[in-house]
């Protein structure tokens, strides 16, 4: 047994036990909150500039991802000044796209390299995909974890996959996708967390998008937990990412408040936090809309992409 | 041997195919002649309305691509299910019940008649000086909020809204304020009819409360107010301006709900667009 292998078992084995049914509760109950007005305008315009407009299809052509591009810039075409998202995210082949057509913002590039969604492929691949990206100028990866290897007990590997690829980064940050839809429990989501952050992740982010079940409230929770923890134990400060499935508005103040319920006011930074979302801009504009005039707004009044 | 326990119905909204409490938590008492309290009934707010119009506009696109008999078959079928609850209504409307659950029946079988005849008779193909094909065809606005008036609470809610999704569009009513009763029966016959979630949302509450969003709404592209005051109206049309919705503002016809007047291709025409096509003739 190696040196690594021992780290790998003794960060999975010493993760806590989580409560299933106080983390449904504590999320569930923070979703009761009232913001409005003020707040709200400000909960919306932070949640706005927190997003990662995504859009990762088959179909992606360079003109779907320079119009998504656009829309990062300046989501309310013809509207009054918002902020702008965090980050456009995309897949590799489409990262030399985006970076040209974000030349000059501050927005950030990223791309889901590592044989995304599944992670099945050779590490070296996944490594030589990886350098790619950031040759061609992604800010940003987004990896996944091997899940299959991750159920059958093979920390060690995950864990190294992970300080591999973090390595290939180089300057670019790397969000690691732990897939919580296809690890069955949040003891699973719990442990896969403390191995992202312990093997060098600067981000841990729910889902890929492309299983059913994608974010949700308990299981981010349940990761902001241990990210708090982490923080507690180590002093590092490690981002937070639920993506797939928040689409409203109202979802994204309900991650905000949950957020700043578990890990206080210096996570509601779009450094540290993040959504993975790409119809969600639109009805938080949606939103600010109706902050505005007094009157429901229609998804009609906004640009598509 | 005791007397069987009564159980009183709670009235709540029809909102997506279902029946929901007002989000407000308030509700209003509705009394008999004789001043004893017969229900209560939720009292609908703005997030109700809300709510009501995201059901519809998510409806819409489905239900504007059904075919337009299958439209009618629906219709039909809501016509038959509004028969088989003709005593529990006609109870509910007191004298003369009967005869305007009738009608209404008779109403909602006239536009299930309707579904696949009045693109015929809206749409045109123009002469034009050209080689080309000129069409006018009709196309539903999509989202229509209707307000009944306070008299025929069962039939002229019929006539307002049976035209519309006739023509393909979802809607929203808003029910008689002081008796909103019979359309709620009504979502029950609804609820059993085939009609798609979110075709039509019934919802009871206050019109001056409820107008100025409805008016006001984005998404709303239709706007019925039946019998409305003049202040009424001109908050209608003033507020519908923001996104140029169609605002009709519709007084009881003269011979009254049941008349002929109050049906017809006119009526479904209000819910419609026309839409001109312009085609080359040949290449």
Same mark, same amino acid.
């Given at each position: 047994?190696?040196?690594?292998?021992?780290?790998?078992?003794?960060? #999975?084995?010493?993760?806590?036990?989580?409560?299933?049914?106080? @983390?449904?509760?504590?999320?569930?109950?923070?979703? !009761?909150?009232?913001?409005?007005?003020?707040?709200?305008?400000?909960?919306?315009?932070?949640?706005?500039?927190?997003? *990662?407009?995504?859009?990762?299809?088959?179909?992606?052509?360079?003109? !779907?991802?320079?119009?998504?591009?656009?829309?990062?810039?300046?989501?309310?075409?013809?509207?009054?000044?918002?902020? $702008?998202?965090?980050?456009?995210?995309?897949?590799?082949?489409?990262?030399?796209?985006? #970076?040209?057509?974000?030349?000059?913002?501050?927005?950030?590039?990223?791309?889901?390299?590592?044989?995304?969604?599944?992670?099945?492929?050779?590490?070296?691949?996944?490594?030589?995909?990886?350098?790619?990206?950031?040759?061609?100028?992604?800010?940003?990866?987004?990896?996944?974890?091997?899940?299959?290897?991750?159920?059958?007990?093979?920390?060690?590997?995950?864990?190294?996959?992970?300080?591999?690829?973090?390595? $290939?980064?180089?300057?670019?940050?790397?969000?690691?996708?732990?897939?919580?839809?296809?690890?069955? &429990?949040?003891?699973?989501?719990?442990?896969?967390?403390?191995?992202?952050?312990?093997?060098?992740?600067?981000?841990? !982010?729910?889902?890929?998008?492309?299983?059913? +079940?994608?974010?949700?409230?308990?299981?981010?929770?349940?990761?902001?937990?241990?990210?708090? *923890?982490?923080?507690?134990?180590?002093?590092?400060?490690?981002?937070?990412?639920?993506?797939?499935?928040?689409?409203?508005?109202?979802?994204?103040?309900?991650?905000?408040?949950?957020?700043?319920?578990?890990?206080?006011?210096?996570?509601?930074?779009?450094?540290?936090?993040?959504?993975?979302?790409?119809?969600?801009?639109?009805?938080?504009?949606?939103?600010?809309?109706?902050?505005?005039?007094?009157?429901?707004?229609?998804? *009609?009044?906004?640009?598509?992409? | 041997?005791?007397?069987?326990?009564?159980?009183?119905?709670?009235?709540?909204?029809?909102?997506?195919?279902?029946?929901?409490?007002?989000?407000?938590?308030?509700?209003?008492?509705?009394?008999?002649?004789?001043?004893? &309290?017969?229900?209560?009934?939720?009292?609908?707010?703005?997030?109700?309305?809300?709510? @009501?119009?995201?059901?519809?506009?998510?409806?819409?696109?489905?239900?504007?691509?059904? +075919?337009?008999?299958?439209?009618?078959?629906?219709?039909?079928?809501?016509?038959?299910?509004?028969?088989?609850?003709?005593?529990?209504?006609?109870?509910?409307?007191?004298?003369?019940?009967?005869?305007?659950?009738?009608?209404?029946?008779?109403?909602?079988?006239?536009?299930?008649?309707?579904?696949?005849?009045?693109?015929?008779?809206?749409?045109?193909?123009?002469?034009?000086?050209?080689?080309?094909?000129?069409?006018?065809? $009709?196309?539903?606005?999509?989202?229509?909020?209707?307000?009944?008036?306070?008299?025929?609470?069962?039939?002229?809610?019929?006539?307002?809204?049976?035209?519309?999704?006739?023509?393909?569009?979802?809607?929203?009513?808003?029910?008689?304020?002081?008796?909103?009763?019979?359309?709620?029966?009504?979502?029950?016959?609804?609820?059993?009819?085939?009609?798609?979630?979110?075709?039509?949302?019934?919802?009871?509450?206050?019109?001056?409360?409820?107008?100025?969003?409805?008016?006001?709404?984005?998404?709303?592209?239709?706007?019925?107010?039946?019998?409305?005051?003049?202040?009424?109206?001109?908050?209608?049309?003033?507020?519908?301006?923001?996104?140029? !919705?169609?605002?009709?503002?519709?007084?009881?016809?003269?011979?009254?709900?049941?008349?002929?007047?109050?049906?017809?291709? @006119?009526?479904?025409?209000?819910?419609?667009?026309?839409?001109?096509?312009?085609?080359?003739?040949?290449?």
């Amino acid at each position: 047994m190696n040196l690594a292998t021992k780290g790998a078992r003794e960060i #999975v084995a010493s993760a806590p036990h989580v409560d299933t049914v106080g @983390a449904v509760e504590r999320a569930t109950a923070l979703t !009761k909150r009232s913001i409005k007005k003020e707040s709200k305008r400000w909960a919306l315009e932070l949640a706005l500039s927190m997003v *990662d407009l995504t859009t990762l299809e088959g179909m992606d052509t360079p003109g !779907k991802v320079r119009s998504l591009c656009a829309k990062a810039r300046r989501p309310w075409e013809g509207g009054p000044a918002v902020p $702008a998202v965090a980050a456009v995210c995309v897949y590799p082949s489409m990262v030399p796209v985006a #970076v040209e057509a974000l030349r000059g913002s501050s927005i950030k590039v990223a791309s889901v390299a590592t044989a995304f969604p599944s992670g099945k492929s050779p590490l070296a691949l996944r490594l030589d995909e990886v350098r790619w990206c950031v040759e061609h100028g992604a800010h940003e990866i987004d990896m996944v974890i091997d899940r299959g290897a991750f159920l059958a007990g093979e920390y060690a590997l995950v864990f190294d996959e992970i300080a591999a690829i973090k390595e $290939a980064c180089g300057p670019a940050h790397l969000k690691v996708i732990l897939e919580t839809g296809e690890l069955q &429990t949040y003891d699973r989501v719990r442990q896969a967390s403390e191995l992202a952050m312990h093997a060098g992740g600067d981000f841990i !982010k729910t889902s890929t998008g492309k299983v059913p +079940s994608a974010a949700t409230l308990p299981v981010t929770l349940v990761m902001l937990e241990a990210i708090r *923890d982490f923080h507690d134990a180590t002093g590092k400060l490690i981002g937070m990412k639920p993506a797939g499935g928040i689409r409203s508005a109202k979802q994204a103040i309900q991650y905000l408040v949950l957020v700043n319920e578990t890990l206080g006011e210096r996570w509601l930074d779009p450094d540290l936090f993040r959504l993975g979302a790409s119809s969600l801009v639109n009805d938080i504009l949606r939103q600010l809309a109706k902050e505005r005039s007094g009157r429901y707004a229609s998804l *009609d009044d906004f640009p598509i992409d | 041997m005791s007397a069987p326990l009564r159980v009183w119905k709670t009235w709540k909204l029809f909102v997506n195919g279902q029946f929901p409490r007002s989000e407000s938590g308030r509700y209003d008492v509705v009394k008999d002649a004789s001043g004893a &309290t017969v229900a209560n009934v939720c009292r609908a707010s703005r997030k109700d309305l809300r709510d @009501a119009v995201e059901a519809a506009r998510a409806a819409f696109p489905g239900w504007a691509a059904r +075919s337009a008999m299958n439209r009618g078959q629906i219709l039909y079928r809501i016509a038959e299910m509004l028969d088989g609850r003709r005593a529990e209504l006609a109870a509910l409307l007191g004298k003369g019940g009967e005869r305007e659950v009738d009608a209404a029946v008779e109403r909602w079988i006239h536009y299930a008649g309707w579904t696949d005849k009045y693109q015929a008779l809206l749409g045109t193909v123009n002469p034009v000086a050209g080689p080309w094909f000129n069409f006018s065809m $009709a196309e539903p606005s999509g989202v229509a909020v209707a307000f009944a008036p306070e008299d025929s609470p069962l039939l002229a809610l019929t006539s307002l809204v049976a035209p519309l999704i006739a023509g393909a569009n979802t809607c929203i009513a808003i029910l008689s304020e002081s008796a909103p009763l019979p359309g709620l029966l009504f979502g029950e016959v609804l609820a059993t009819s085939d009609v798609p979630a979110g075709v039509l949302n019934l919802l009871s509450g206050r019109r001056a409360e409820i107008l100025p969003h409805a008016a006001g709404h984005r998404d709303v592209n239709t706007l019925l107010v039946a019998s409305p005051t003049a202040a009424e109206a001109k908050l209608a049309q003033e507020e519908g301006a923001g996104n140029v !919705k169609r605002v009709h503002c519709i007084a009881a016809p003269s011979g009254g709900w049941s008349a002929p007047e109050a049906q017809g291709l @006119a009526w479904i025409e209000r819910g419609q667009e026309i839409k001109t096509v312009w085609h080359t003739m040949q290449l």
